[in-house]
């Protein structure tokens, strides 16, 4: 059986940084990716805007993942591609995984694992789209798969349900190469994707965003042919007598992401219900010792750099892991967070602590102030807080005395 310190399970960009980090750490790491050819999502995603915040420049996604494949080949780590993870045991020291690829069954033993498994799409019937079954019908990733990975158009007139930001790119995409977008579709009476990508996407192109209104049905046997849309109230049921059809041959969904978490399941990782991620401390690792997240797999992420940024934390601490008793805080929040990201504070790492969080609803003036026993420690003030968009905040615990009996809290103050 092969043994390694570090097993990192996933080739994107969480997965890059958790390998290269723990390789940094002086770990012997080992990275596993199902897809022949390491870089994740990012490969198919030509658009420029990746690396603003990691890189001070605005790359495109195989630019972006270019940059860590080449550091990672660099480093001699071990690569697994066309691998498939099908088991994974915890054993008295560490973990058996159990992998298939094309030369059969592997069994590798390792210290600790990184789960950096992303996230997948939504599909037409988890959002309740009624009808038939027509070709057509395409989630906003495969639409952009077909067109900038095979060069296929998947549609020449179609509607977009949806405004997150894969949604937004996949109209100004397919406006490029020609299709008539004849409107995004929005059940929620505010856009789902970053303000830039909807001045950039949409308004510069002419494109109709029709808030609090959804596809309910669609129509045609082989080939798509029309789509029903209703307006819906405010808990996003449609509204008797508010239908139109509208012909078109193809329908793209943009209806939220999912993180891929199955693995972390079969081990009995703990989720976060609001996140779908598991319940991470601060040093990314989650309720079963030794197995770490990151990425998309911990929380769906608006920017690629923040991905990076967790798996090298991630990787980091699963490569200096050792089984010790935990002693940890859990972060409290109001209901102002729609969540927050990671859940508890590790006392026996560094205090210094990076969160991620996202607001419940559209805030403007507010305040995100941190309390340790109900004493104000932290406060950060922003002129609006928006769903979409997630927020980044570094807070420093370290000379505040913190025990495990310690209440922390997060809360929004909203003028």
Known sequence: MKQTDVIVIGGGPAGLSAALAAHRAGAQTLLIEREPRLGGILKQCIHDGFGLVRFSEALTGPEYADRDINAFKQTGIEALTTTFVSRIKKTADGFTLTAVNETGVITIAARSLV???????????????????P???????????????????????????????????????????????????????TPSGLTRNIYQ?????????????????VYGEERLTAVEVCAVDENMQPISGTSEIIACDGLILSVGLIPENELAESL??????RTKGPICNTALMTSVDGVFSCGNALHVNDLVDFVSESGDLAGTFAANYRPKPRSEIALKTDANFAYLVPQRLNLDDDL???????????????????????????????????????????????KLNLTSNTILSFEMEVS
Do not use: W
Request: hydrophobic letters at 40%; a positive charge.
């Open 115 to 133: 789960l950096a498994t992303g996230c997948r799409e939504r599909t037409a019937r988890q959002v309740f789209i009624h009808g038939t079954r």
């Open 135 to 189: 070709a057509g019908i395409f989630t906003a990733g495969t639409a952009q798969h077909y067109i900038n990975l095979l060069g296929q158009m998947p549609t020449k007139k179609c509607v977009i349900l949806g405004s997150g930001d894969i949604g937004l790119i996949m109209a100004r995409r397919l406006t490029l190469e020609g299709a008539t977008v004849l409107g995004v579709y929005e059940a929620k009476p």
């Open 201 to 217: 996407c949409l308004h510069d192109f002419d494109i109709p965003l029709h808030l609090s209104k959804t596809v309910t049905r």
């Open 268 to 273: 009995g990782v703990a989720l976060d219900p």
């Open 352 to 398: 210094k602590t990076i969160v991620y969080f996202r607001s419940q609803r559209v805030l403007h003036h507010c305040a995100v102030i941190v309390r340790v026993n109900e004493q104000e420690v932290f406060r950060k003030s922003y002129s609006h807080l928006r769903p979409p968009e997630m927020e980044r905040l570094e807070v420093d615990f370290s």
